[in-house]
């Protein structure tokens, strides 16, 4: 994925937000870094964002002994053609793969007043919104970073958004992961986020009334810029 022109942005409001399409996680990582540096230098003063969606991989952060939480043995991870990736990202392990958002928000911290505790509540917020706005009831877990979704006939919560950052420079990169119509049996590869804990997708929850990936792209962009318009008191 080369750098890209202001002219390619899906949406151009308070931040540019690219579409990615379907992108391998390198090349992701080495447009995010792109735009990490134009951030830096004052092209985008405000921050940007890139949504993608990438084919399997298994991604390792860096919480101590995630590496332990993949449980496939290589041969099993060859024949379903799933990529493993060390990640510089916070967080433990997880699954990307068609059918996930994978937004990657590249935001001056210092701009919007944010702490990375501030800033980590505030991507699970838009998650929250986002989900409300198709009528999904998403919530957080204290202790236990990302957005959960609880049906009453449910005994425990699922997961169904999963999110690690890294700052260089008070600048963030790296995101959040959203479940939209994601096959969710090569969750069953790892032990999500090291946590034992079940996830879910929107198509899960929603049956035939799952939206497509284009209507939640442009959902979650409109949540980002409202939330950081808020932030510094303007209108959008």
Same mark, same amino acid.
């Given at each position: 994925?080369?750098?890209?022109? %202001?002219?390619?942005?899906?949406?151009?409001?308070?931040?540019? =937000?690219?579409?990615?399409?379907?992108?391998?996680?390198?090349?992701?990582?080495?447009?995010?870094?792109?735009?990490?540096?134009?951030? @830096?230098?004052?092209?985008?003063?405000?921050?940007?964002?890139?949504?993608?969606?990438?084919?399997?991989? $298994?991604? $390792?952060?860096?919480?101590?002994?995630?590496?332990?939480?993949? @449980?496939?043995?290589?041969?099993?991870?060859?024949?379903?053609?799933?990529?493993?990736? %060390? +990640?510089? #990202?916070?967080?433990?392990?997880?699954?990307?793969?068609?059918?996930?958002? =994978?937004?990657?928000? /590249?935001? !001056?911290?210092?701009?919007?007043?944010?702490?990375?505790?501030?800033?980590? #509540?505030?991507?699970?917020?838009?998650? $929250? %919104?986002?989900?409300?706005?198709?009528?999904?009831?998403?919530?957080? /877990?204290?202790?236990? +970073?990302?957005?959960?979704?609880?049906?009453?006939?449910?005994? &425990?919560?699922?997961?169904?958004?999963?999110?690690?950052?890294?700052?260089?420079?008070?600048?963030?990169?790296?995101?959040?992961?959203?479940? &939209? +119509?994601?096959?969710?049996?090569?969750?069953?590869?790892?032990? !999500?986020?090291?946590?034992?804990?079940?996830?879910?997708?929107?198509?899960?929850?929603?049956?035939?009334?799952?939206? %497509?990936?284009? @209507?939640?792209?442009?959902? $979650?962009? +409109?949540? =980002?810029?409202?939330?950081?318009?808020?932030?510094?008191?303007?209108?959008?």
């Amino acid at each position: 994925m080369t750098p890209q022109s %202001d002219s390619t942005a899906m949406h151009a409001g308070l931040l540019p =937000v690219f579409d990615g399409g379907l992108v391998e996680y390198a090349a992701a990582l080495e447009r995010q870094l792109d735009l990490h540096a134009r951030v @830096l230098q004052g092209q985008y003063p405000r921050g940007a964002m890139l949504l993608v969606e990438h084919p399997a991989v $298994i991604t $390792i952060g860096r919480h101590p002994g995630a590496e332990k939480h993949l @449980l496939a043995a290589p041969e099993l991870l060859a024949a379903r053609g799933v990529a493993v990736h %060390d +990640t510089d #990202r916070g967080g433990d392990i997880t699954f990307h793969g068609p059918g996930q958002l =994978v937004a990657y928000p /590249i935001i !001056p911290l210092n701009f919007y007043g944010f702490g990375l505790h501030d800033y980590m #509540r505030f991507l699970e917020q838009v998650v $929250i %919104d986002l989900l409300a706005s198709f009528k999904v009831k998403g919530y957080r /877990i204290e202790g236990a +970073t990302g957005v959960w979704v609880c049906r009453a006939e449910r005994t &425990v919560p699922e997961k169904i958004c999963a999110m690690g950052v890294k700052l260089r420079r008070w600048v963030s990169f790296h995101g959040l992961a959203l479940n &939209v +119509t994601t096959d969710l049996s090569y969750f069953e590869l790892i032990n !999500p986020c090291g946590l034992g804990r079940p996830v879910t997708s929107l198509a899960s929850e929603l049956g035939s009334a799952c939206p %497509d990936m284009s @209507l939640v792209k442009s959902r $979650i962009a +409109t949540h =980002v810029e409202q939330g950081l318009a808020g932030r510094l008191n303007i209108p959008l």
